[in-house]
């Protein structure tokens, strides 16, 4: 399966965006859409949507796109929620749920920084999109596209724009 993975997108979904997600097959959202469901019908209505909900979320959003998701994809486990940290330095919600759950790939958002890493202490692959929208610190806008098949990751792509 081909992902494309956004965060922090804050109200905006670029056409920018659209462009480099044209190709895959859906998209995830790690949360922090910008208030109500608008964005998330409208990238819905793009790509299929797995989303969470981020600290800026309202509650209507919750009830399609909880706080925190565990599904399978193509063989591996995938935990996704919104405030997540990295190894070393997770927030105590996220590594409770990173210890009951033991994802493969743990997704994340929150800190407008892209980062791809791995926790060798827990087997997992730690993947931050970065920031899609125009609010915050951040200068440039990411997001990510890769594959997942056979119980891989391969073959991901950063996408970057200036604010």
């Not at 399609?64 to 929620?81: N, S």
């Not at 033991?102 to 931050?128: Q, Y």
């Not at 440039?140 to 073959?155: E, K, P, Q, S």
């Amino acid at each position: 399966m081909y992902i494309g993975l956004i965060s922090d997108t804050h109200g905006v979904f670029s056409k920018e965006f659209r462009d480099f997600f044209a190709p895959v097959d859906q998209i995830w959202h790690a949360g922090d859409f910008g208030g109500g469901m608008e964005l998330a019908e409208e990238i819905a209505g793009f790509k299929p949507l797995v989303g969470v909900a981020g600290n800026c979320d309202n509650h209507d959003l919750r009830y399609t796109h909880p706080l925190h998701r565990f599904f399978e994809c193509e063989g591996m486990r995938v935990l996704m929620t919104h405030v997540g940290g990295y190894p070393g330095r997770y927030d105590p919600r996220a590594r409770q749920l990173i210890d009951t759950y033991r994802p493969d790939i743990f997704v994340c958002g929150h800190s407008h920084i892209l980062k791809v890493v791995r926790d060798n202490k827990r087997n997992m692959l730690v993947i931050n999109p970065g920031a899609a929208g125009l609010q915050g610190f951040h200068l440039v806008r990411t997001a990510l596209r890769f594959h997942i098949d056979g119980g891989r990751i391969h073959d991901m792509e950063v996408f970057e724009l200036d604010r």
